[in-house]
């Protein structure tokens, strides 16, 4: 009778010690989640042609005096406006002017899209663990009760 009260004493003590070693332990959340960053950067190059495009803003800079020859003999002075033409969209702005007229400025808008692909990897809890063991053991004695540190191997996979 005292030998079962001993036994059970230990069963008791030793499955409350590894209660509170696995309480302490974190628990294993299935296979390890590694999520992995890229950043590519695609450049994206379409070519947009404006067919006659209608001036966003025309302004005069100033006047410039031209000789103008009439029946060859007569030169009278003509004072004609050296207007600025701004042609603009999302993707350009360009800027013309003058009595013949020439480009002075053009700002070209370049799109660049950049894409994130994000890659998650789940990696394998591995088969082979060291924990807490409690249980029968095989002696010289026949079996007797174990409370132990041990090594496991893991034959199916639960999740």
């Not at 031209?66 to 406006?81: G, R, S």
């Not at 990696?123 to 060291?130: A, D, E, Q």
């Amino acid at each position: 009778m005292r030998e079962e009260i001993r036994f059970l004493v230990t069963l008791l003590l030793g499955a409350s010690a590894g209660c509170i070693i696995a309480g302490l332990h974190k628990p294993s959340g299935g296979p390890e989640t590694v999520v992995v960053t890229q950043v590519d950067t695609l450049v994206i190059r379409d070519t947009i042609t404006a067919y006659k495009p209608v001036p966003f803003n025309v302004y005069v800079v100033d006047t410039i005096r031209v000789p103008v020859t009439i029946n060859k003999t007569d030169t009278i002075l003509v004072d004609l406006p050296r207007t600025a033409k701004v042609y603009q969209d999302s993707t350009y702005r360009a800027v013309v002017s003058g009595f013949r007229p020439s480009l002075d400025t053009i700002s070209v808008y370049q799109r660049t899209k950049i894409v994130t692909v994000t890659n998650t990897v789940q990696t394998p809890t591995p088969r082979w663990s060291l924990g807490v063991q409690a249980g029968y053991g095989a002696s010289k004695d026949g079996l007797t009760p174990y409370i132990g540190v041990g090594v496991s191997y893991r034959l199916l996979p639960l999740r």
